[in-house]
C-alpha cells in the first residue's frame, strides 16, 4: 500500500486528548491541519490553523462552511469531539448536549465536507465512536449516542463508497483521556497507541474499525446481561 500523502486536514474537537495528539502527529508528517474546538489551542505551527467554536451549537456548521470556502476541500475530516458522564440523577438535564456533541456535531460536520468531497470523487471522513456503542444502564446518554453514530457511520460508508469517499467509523476502548471516568476501566490504551491506530485508519481507509477486540468481546458479553434484564423488567 502506498504511503499516506500529506493533504489538508480539518480535525474537530483537538484542544486536548486524541485530537491534539492526532493534530502533532499530522503536522509532524507534512500535513496542513484545521483545528475547530470550543477552546484556543496550544498548537503553534506554521501550517496549523485554529478556529473556536462549540460542537454543541450551531456555530459549529457556520465555522466548518467558512473554513472550507477559504481553505478548499478537506482530503481528510476527522471528528474527534466527545462527551458524556456515568448515570447520576442529572442524566436527563445534560442529553441533550451530549447528543449535540457525539452525534449531530458530526451530522453538521459531514453535511458540510462531505458533499465536497463526493464532487470531486475522493476524501476520507472519520469519526471516533465507541466500542461502548451498545444499552448501557451505567451511561444511557453516551452510549445511545454513539450507537447512533455508529449505525450512521456503517451506513453512510456503504452508500458513499462508490462515489469515491471512504468514511470510518472508529470504535475504540477506554482511552487515557478525561473521557475515561469509569470506575472500571480494562484494557486502557495510551493516547498515543490510539493516535497510532487513528493513523492506520487514514491509511487504510476501512469502514469500520474495532480496537481493542478482547474489549468488544466483553462488551458484548455484557449487552447480552443487559438483554436478558430487559426480558424480565
Not at 458530526?106 to 466500542?131: D, K, Q, W
Not at 444502564?137 to 449505525?151: D, E, F, Q, R, V
Request: charged share 20%; hydrophobic share 50%.
Amino acid at each position: 500500500m502506498a504511503e499516506l500523502e500529506p493533504g489538508l486536514a480539518l480535525i474537530v474537537g483537538n484542544t486536548d486528548g486524541i485530537g491534539l495528539a492526532l493534530t502533532r502527529r499530522l503536522l509532524g508528517l507534512g500535513w496542513t491541519v484545521v483545528g475547530v474546538s470550543r477552546r484556543a489551542s496550544s498548537v503553534a505551527h506554521a501550517s496549523y490553523e485554529h478556529v473556536v467554536a462549540d460542537a454543541a451549537e450551531p456555530e459549529l456548521r457556520a465555522a466548518v462552511s467558512a473554513l472550507q470556502d477559504q481553505r478548499g476541500a478537506f482530503d481528510v475530516c476527522v471528528y474527534c469531539a466527545g462527551t458524556g458522564d456515568a448515570w447520576d440523577d442529572q442524566e436527563l438535564v445534560r442529553a441533550s448536549h451530549v447528543m449535540r456533541v457525539n452525534l449531530l456535531g458530526v451530522v453538521e460536520t459531514a453535511s458540510v465536507v462531505v458533499p465536497v468531497m463526493a464532487a470531486r470523487g475522493r476524501g476520507h471522513f472519520v469519526a471516533l465512536s465507541s466500542i461502548g456503542d451498545t444499552a448501557n444502564p451505567a451511561a444511557p446518554t453516551y452510549s445511545a449516542s454513539k450507537a447512533g453514530l455508529s449505525a450512521w457511520l456503517d451506513g453512510l460508508a456503504l452508500a458513499l463508497r462508490p462515489k469515491g469517499v471512504r468514511v470510518t467509523n472508529l470504535r475504540l476502548g477506554f482511552v487515557d483521556t478525561k473521557m475515561a471516568k469509569a470506575k472500571v476501566r480494562p484494557m486502557m490504551m495510551s493516547v498515543e497507541r490510539a493516535v497510532d491506530i487513528t493513523m492506520s485508519c487514514l491509511q487504510k481507509r476501512p469502514a469500520r474499525r474495532t480496537y481493542p477486540l478482547a474489549m468488544q468481546v466483553l462488551v458484548t458479553l455484557l449487552a447480552l446481561v443487559t438483554t436478558i434484564k430487559l426480558w424480565f423488567a
